[in-house]
């Protein structure tokens, strides 16, 4: 009669085929093996899937009558690349079944490990039940049942289940998690991956907040999947109140598309659809819209006064090579305002409406390419105007830029070069006013205005009509020297040439502005100079200083019909120590600084040993000889009031200190030249802490007429944020017009994150001041999100 054999401290291996196959070893761990309880599980051992099932343990009993191994006391058993570790474990050759009991821990080839108290399943894992489980996924999701049953090796069913992708509290795993889902039954179909849940309840720290009766989500190894995804409310003037409800459909692994139809109370139904596809070199999407209007009429007089409206956005970006892309961005609509009045695209967020939101959609073709040294980018444009102006918005066809330096030296200095070609056309004239009054305001803006009432006194214009065509090239050389002082001599000479054909349309006014008809210039600028910098270092214990005089003298001649050619690329000019030194200060190719000047300054830097910096400067520029192109009137003024019309300019200085990381100051200045007058000044704060940050900025500018700034402005703009506890965030920020003594805009949110929730919300409120008398106008936005890691994502705006 056969009897059962206890094995000490050795290792097993069964190979499942037949219980006559049995091969015992005692591995270099089992030699002179003492057996302590209290000792831990050694890790799992990782063998090939070679149809044995290894077990290890501190006793192994054999059964040859019953055929069944028992296995008692530390049980790792591995196979198939799952490995059990239980109190005892019991395998029957016979059924072969697996039951196992105590502290049962299974962990499979994908990571996941179940935690149970009785285990019994097929040798292959396929069919059987668990009691008493908790299961953690490598995704850090986790579920829980009184038992679960499994079968054909694809369907497990959890008995009063629970679902939760939050870690557990680290002082008491007891205490509930900050969400869970609860349900009677919970389904995991592990072929379609997906966890089906019915009669079940979401909870927050363990009190019930909804009910549903039954709803489905894929399981966490998903990353995309077919199925509707969350529904998202909204509520508008233009549409009363609508439901979005997407449908997510992944076609392939380089495809998907989704449908979210929004239904909405006053206009009928809007339908939405995006695709997407990424292929071997670039991806491209397209997104459609469209719907059948119900009540029109609610738009009488705006654009949107029509019964089929829609639009249709594309994008895509494709790579040659490592070097060169090409791509392109499309937005066609039935009315300029579709967008804004069904919180599409950019105007999803309402946030976006009080965070300078674009005045226009950009469709455009471009090439790209990047060298080491050399960049290239080549691009048609059409901007679709979302004020109703778009008579007055170019199309640029193309607009092509290179540049490259030289990676070898001329005459021992550095050789650059690049170009610009520029072609754009435009059907109607823009002007601004550059006074308040109501009567001037209608003679530049309105089309038909008396052509005697558009002059350079009244107007300003901003775009020419007709076509322009401009190609510009300019090459630079420069070289440094330092002599036996310590000076540093930098001679430098460019030239650039601008061939430029202007077709200029008589519209009102124009003539005016600018010569009508076709005008080509040939605009040549020559330019040598020398930069001269010589460093005093002065180094104590506590740090160093370095005080850096700078001195710079340019010789050019005049500007070519400087103020009698369109202004472009070049309106915006802002004058102070970040452009002191440069040769030409303009902004863009339309305009080049012409006549000789000189530019001189100092520059201090201060470095402490313990950290913490300071970087003064302070500067002036000169007109030497010739044509002072920032005192030519042209067609935007540009450059009148920029404190570079005189011939000594304004003085510009900055300030930045940073005692440590946490603080940083800065200040930004611009001085009347005869009278020292404040022209311009900006100081700002940061700090940066730990557990909170906040900036405050004031700015203070003077008027500048010419520019149809014909009052002193000045305000403060105030941000701020606190971590009150270790995931809520608290933020705000506000403008205050110190000049009207009002608040035109501000800002309160707060936010919770962690490892699988968010929650943010956002109110921001908005004035538009029309006159000092009249009371402001409100705009106000609201923002709810809330988000449950691995299920869904919700937003609530309401603009």
Known sequence: MAVA???????????????????????????????????????????????????????????????????VGNVQLYYNGTSVEADKVIYDQKTKRLHAEGNIRMTDADGKITYADLMDLSDDYRDGFVDSLRVDTEDQTR????????????????????????????????????????????????????????????????????????????????????????????ESSIYGYGLEIPYYWAIAPDMDATFAPRITSTQGLLLQAEFRQRLL?????????????????????????????????????????????????GVALSDYTFMSD???????????????????AISQLYLTGVGNRSYFDARTMYFLSFSGNQQQVPVVYPVIDYSNVFNYPIMGGEVSYKTNFTNLTRNDAVFDPITTTANTNSLCTTASADPMARIPTQCLLRGMPGTYTRLSVEGDWRRSFTDSAGEIWTPFASLRADAINADISNQPGVANFLPVGDTQALRV??????????????????????????????????????????????QSLVFDTSNLFDVDKFSGYDRVEGGGRANVGVQSTTQFDHGGAVKVMFGQSYQLFGLNSFAVQDVTNTGVDSGLATPASDYVSSVEYSPNRTYTFSVRSRFDEATFNVQRFEAEARANFDRWSVSLLYGDYAAQPDLGYLT???????????????????????????????????????GYVDDCFVLAANYVTSYSYATSTLPPTLSHAYMLQIGLRTLATSQVAIP
């Open 712 to 750: 002193r402005r000045e305000g403060l703009l105030g941000t701020g944020s606190v971590k009150i506890a270790a995931n809520w965030v608290v933020s705000g920020g506000a403008r205050w017009d110190l000049v009207s003594n009002q608040i035109n805009q501000y800002i309160i949110g707060a």
């Open 5 to 71: 054999r206890p094995l000490i401290g050795v290792t097993v291996a069964l190979l499942i085929a037949g219980a006559a196959d049995l091969a015992v070893t005692a591995p270099a761990a089992a030699q002179g093996f003492t057996f302590n309880p209290q000792a831990p599980r050694p890790a799992r051992p990782r063998v090939p899937n070679d149809g044995q099932m290894l077990v290890q343990a501190v006793e192994v009993d054999y059964d040859y009558n019953n055929a069944r191994v028992s296995a």
């Open 342 to 360: 069904y919180q599409l695209s950019m105007y999803k967020d309402p946030m976006a409406a009080f965070m300078n939101l674009p005045t226009e």
């Open 143 to 234: 579920m829980a049942a009184t038992r679960a049953d499994r079968s054909s090796g694809n369907y497990t069913v959890f008995e009063n289940g629970v679902y939760t992708a939050c870690a557990p509290c680290r002082d008491d795993p007891k205490k509930p998690p900050l969400w869970q889902v609860k349900g009677m039954r919970i389904i995991h179909d592990q072929v379609d991956k997906m966890l089906y849940f019915e009669t079940a309840q979401l909870e927050f720290f363990g009190v019930p907040v909804a009910y549903l009766p039954y709803f489905s989500t894929p399981d966490p190894t998903v990353k995309r999947k077919s199925g509707f995804l969350m529904a998202a409310p909204s």
């Open 281 to 329: 070199d670039g991806a491209y999407q397209i997104r459609a819209y469209g719907i059948d209007q119900l009540n029109p009429n609610n738009l009488a007089g705006q654009p949107g006064d029509r019964q089929l409206r829609g639009g249709i956005e594309t994008k895509g970006q494709f790579a040659l090579n490592d070097k060169w892309v090409w791509g392109w961005d």
């Open 525 to 570: 600028m020559p330019t040598v100079g020398l930069e001269y910098r010589y460093p005093f270092i002065n180094v104590q214990p506590w740090g160093s200083t370095t005080i850096e005089p700078i001195a710079q003298i340019i010789i050019r001649p005049n500007e070519s019909y400087a103020g009698k050619l369109p202004n472009e690329d070049a």
